[in-house]
């Protein structure tokens, strides 16, 4: 039962990214969006607020889409958490980067980095989409500019009534495919123990994964827990509902 709450509590929270943010809050959300050419990556075991990231990456700036930065750049990625880790390879890249504490790092977990082959790369299908497609490198960087100046005099979410908009991974939620989500608090929250590091920091797979864990599909939401007797459960987006 302890399962299926939590897993229906991240349905909820990645319903909410998937319909409403897609790139437009990672753009919002990223300090420094660039076209980079990474040129060195070592092995580091820097500490951030809530990860030890372990790649440092030196690269060359290209292109400036947003924010202000020197020609050459150091990032870190490969946090130490399970899944949709920030991986660096050289070459060019398209990156969404924000700021932990003084570290550059992803904006967006593994989609904060848009690997350039040619002209093209990945990207967003529209802007309420999560599904990835080939596009042309002009046309992207065209569609971030675009919505950088419609985010402009825009305020930030929250601002109203006096709250801070999301920051950072400390004060936000990630589904398994990257995108960012507010946290909501609920009144499950006290019969989920606290994360127990022991258990997961050597995990590379997501077979070794205990936790339940979700899949998007066509036909709803896979639920997938190990501590069920129905091990697997699709869930239709018409039984979604807010805690």
Not at 90 to 104: A, E, S, T, Y
Not at 144 to 151: M, R
Request: charged content about 25%.
């Amino acid at each position: 039962m302890k399962s299926t709450i939590l897993a229906l509590m991240v349905v909820g929270a990645a319903t909410s990214a998937f319909g409403n943010y897609a790139y437009s809050e990672m753009i919002r959300m990223s300090d420094v969006i660039a076209v980079i050419d990474v040129t060195e990556i070592t092995p580091t075991e820097t500490k951030g607020t809530s990860w030890t990231y372990r790649q440092k990456i030196s690269a060359k700036v290209i292109e400036v889409v947003k924010g202000s930065v020197e020609r050459t750049l150091t990032i870190y990625g490969l946090e130490d958490f399970i899944c949709a880790q920030c991986r660096f390879q050289k070459g060019r890249q398209l990156v969404f980067l924000k700021h932990d504490r003084d570290l550059l790092v992803g904006s967006n977990w593994h989609l904060s980095i848009r690997p350039i082959a040619g002209e093209r790369c990945e990207w967003f299908r529209d802007s309420a989409s999560i599904q990835l497609v080939p596009a042309s490198l002009p046309t992207v960087i065209k569609q971030v500019k675009a919505e950088i100046e419609k985010q402009k005099g825009i305020e930030p979410r929250g601002a109203a009534n006096g709250s801070q908009p999301v920051r950072s991974a400390t004060n936000a939620t990630s589904s398994a495919a990257g995108v960012t989500a507010r946290q909501t608090p609920s009144k499950f929250d006290s019969r989920i123990p606290p994360p127990d590091l022991s258990k997961y920091k050597d995990v590379r797979d997501a077979k070794d994964w205990q936790n339940p864990y979700l899949v998007v599909r066509a036909e709803g939401v896979e639920v997938i827990s190990k501590s069920n007797s129905v091990e697997r459960q699709i869930v239709s987006c018409d039984n979604w509902h807010p805690f």
